[in-house]
């Protein structure tokens, strides 16, 4: 690897972030034809019916590569420091008209770690209230608990979608040179000193 480059993330998790990032968009799509009975989208989709069981297994995909993050994201995320704390009073520096000197960060932000636990809970109660709905067991009181799955669902999806679209725009436009982890799973050292000085120490650069 060329000196002044340094690998952020393997491939299996470029993987496992596409995987989960494309099946959502799928997710998103069918969802918002079968809320508003969008006859475009379903016809796009073969079918009301052939929709709904895309829906379906796409969820199952999706709930899949949720799962795989928290091997990695996780732990990481739960390691909440004063730094962390320090960097979320200060906004990162976003928010401040001269460069401002934040705390040092590890593999990921104080604000990336937040966002995954609340991605990770909200894919969650997605993932779960979406079997519910796709199985709706044959029990005299499952009226009630398959109403209350679409309530959740639906709720934990509106706000999921909020979060994807703040983190794709931290992603690109706030933070030029962020995306290209999640595609070649490198950047340039100096880059990672300047947001993850945590981080590039441990890994001895």
């Given amino acids: 690897m060329n000196n002044n480059m340094i690998r952020k993330v393997t491939g299996s998790e470029i993987l496992i972030h596409w995987t989960l990032a494309i099946s959502f968009f799928i997710l998103v799509i069918s969802g918002f034809g079968f809320l508003f009975h969008m006859e475009s989208i379903g016809s796009a989709f073969g079918g009301f019916d052939q929709m709904r069981d895309i829906h379906n297994w796409v969820g199952v995909v999706f709930a899949v590569a949720l799962f795989l993050t928290a091997f990695h994201y996780l732990p990481v995320a739960l ?5 962390d704390k320090a960097w979320l009073l200060q ?13 040092p960060q590890d593999e990921i932000n104080a604000a990336q770690k937040l966002l995954y636990l609340l991605v990770l809970l909200l894919g969650t109660a997605i993932s779960v209230t979406g ?38 725009y931290f992603a690109t436009l706030a933070n030029p040179g962020t ?27």
């Fill in 131 to 168: 079997i519910v709905i796709w199985l709706r067991p044959g029990m005299a009181a499952a009226n009630k608990l398959v109403l209350f799955s679409f309530l959740v669902h639906n709720i934990s999806f509106d706000i999921f979608l909020m979060a994807i679209v703040a983190h794709i």
């Fill in 179 to 205: 995306l290209r982890i999640m595609i070649s799973g490198t950047v340039p050292l100096e880059w990672a000193r300047k947001r993850h000085a945590k981080w590039v120490q441990k890994m001895g650069y």
């Fill in 91 to 103: 906004g990162g520096g976003y928010f401040s008209r001269k460069k401002a000197h934040v705390p």
């Fill in 79 to 83: 390691r909440f420091t004063s730094d």
